[in-house]
């Protein structure tokens, strides 16, 4: 049986701030049930798509780049329409999140509410660590889910 609500981390842990979503995923794993599933991925798409299949509420972390300020946080209900045009290239990985999430769509595996967390990276440089904006934001968009996930199970 799949899990009622997934969350996924999204990115590369050996790559400064592209390793957010993992970041968040690890603050989450004490919400983890038989109704709450928490996994870390890559950011390949297969992978994200085989990871939503079967839940009701999804939750994606990932890094972007878009010019606003590290530790921005953007939250995207994509399961009302496409993500805004300006995010398809909010993704740091090579397909791009929003690509993916359209596929799902196409494909009728996108659940039924979706919701994105991109937090915006300023380092991405190989084995440096989340730089300080970016971990702040985090760790408050890990307990902003874990309040959505509290009350969607109440």
Request: hydrophobic share 50%.
């Amino acid at each position: 049986m799949s899990p009622r609500v997934i969350v996924l981390g999204v990115g590369n842990a050996e790559r400064g701030d592209d390793g957010v979503g993992r970041a968040v995923a690890k603050l989450l794993n004490d919400v983890a049930s038989d109704q709450v599933s928490v996994v870390e991925l890559d950011g390949e798409a297969t992978s994200l798509l085989m990871a939503l299949d079967g839940a009701a509420l999804a939750y994606i972390v990932d890094a972007c780049v878009s010019g606003a300020a590290a530790g921005t946080v953007h939250r995207i209900d994509a399961h009302e329409a496409p993500l805004p045009q300006v995010s398809s290239d909010l993704s740091t990985h090579g397909f791009g999140l929003a690509a993916a999430i359209e596929l799902g769509r196409a494909l009728g595996q996108l659940p039924a509410r979706t919701i994105v967390y991109a937090i915006e990276g300023t380092s991405f440089d190989t084995g440096t660590p989340l730089s300080p904006p970016v971990a702040a934001a985090a760790a408050a968009v890990a307990e902003r889910i874990r309040s959505e996930i509290e009350a969607d199970l109440a």
